[in-house]
């Protein structure tokens, strides 16, 4: 009994790493910029489908094929940014939404013309397939490498926010755009790099996701529901925030399946439910934080 608890905090806490990384980009846009990004996990689900085509066909290495997703994706974004959303900064969030789920939906037709509907599945390297075994218990080696990925970005991007000249341009940038720019702050060029960043992140995640959430023209749809439950619950704009909420996501979704499969689909809505009861604003609202300052 106690093996598996174990098991299902560990397989939801992985689970949980992975709908952070994804997340934390959409969180980027619409806490720090206040642009309703609901295009953000096709940019997710092409990472993915590069990973497959890198990996797959083209036998590039796992980590060599990543990494260059994640840069291509984040460089492509700056275009789209300035071309494409840019224009819809100041515009009501009906707008945006309409623009962005359009995008989506073309994203799944390409991706659908591209690759085809059939799910895709990603040749992962010898050393992350298996398990461990200590006792009774066994561990997903790509599982731990989702949450340890996690657990890195979440440190990163806490020192990178607090303690580098990029994340103070930004925090300034999104308290008061027009005193930041009075200060000499590129408020465009920062926004710009902060959306790529957010852009770079949904492409790691799509990447490292695909083996879990499985990779076929429904993803971005699929996976935005769940991002949308992550952002509502931990705050706009809060890595942290973020984090929390991603992490009690996964481990009651994994869990409601394990003990209570026959209401499992539902739970982590009723967990949002009950969150948003107590807690309206989210775990760690950025934008409660600004209005109490």
């Given amino acids: ?62 980590f060599v094929s990543v990494a260059v997703v994640v840069v291509v994706i984040a460089l492509a974004s700056l275009v789209l940014e300035r071309v494409v959303y840019a224009p819809f900064y100041r515009a009501t969030a009906l707008d945006q939404s309409l623009l962005t789920f359009g995008l989506m939906l073309m994203a799944g037709g390409i991706v659908h013309y591209f690759w085809g509907s059939s799910q895709q599945a990603v040749r992962v390297p010898e050393y992350l397939e298996g398990r461990w075994y200590l006792g009774d218990l066994s561990i997903s080696k790509y599982r731990l490498m989702l949450l340890g990925t996690g657990m890195a970005l979440l440190a990163l991007l806490n020192w990178g926010l607090d303690s580098t000249r990029l994340g103070a341009m930004i925090r300034a940038s999104v308290d008061n755009q027009r005193i930041a720019a009075s200060m000499g702050i590129p408020v465009k060029r920062v926004f710009m790099i902060a959306f790529a960043i957010g852009s770079g992140l949904a492409a790691l995640g799509g990447a490292l996701g695909a083996e879990v959430l499985g990779l076929d023209p429904a993803f971005a749809t699929r996976t935005l529901v769940l991002c949308l439950l992550v952002v509502v619950l931990g705050g706009a704009g809060s890595v942290n925030g973020t984090f929390f909420a991603a992490m009690l996501l996964g481990i009651c979704d994994i869990g409601s399946k394990y003990y209570v499969p026959e209401f499992g689909a539902f739970m982590i809505y009723v967990l949002m439910a009950v969150v948003l009861l107590y807690r309206p604003q989210g775990l760690y609202s950025l934008v409660a934080r600004r209005r109490a300052a």
């Fill in 1 to 62: 009994m106690l093996t598996d608890f174990v098991g299902v905090i560990i397989d939801g806490t992985s689970y949980g790493a992975m709908l952070f990384v994804i997340a934390l980009g959409l969180s980027i846009t619409l806490g720090l910029m206040g642009f309703v990004n609901l295009a953000h996990t096709a940019v997710a689900m092409f990472g993915g489908y590069f990973l497959v085509t890198l990996v797959n066909q083209l036998a590039w290495p796992f």
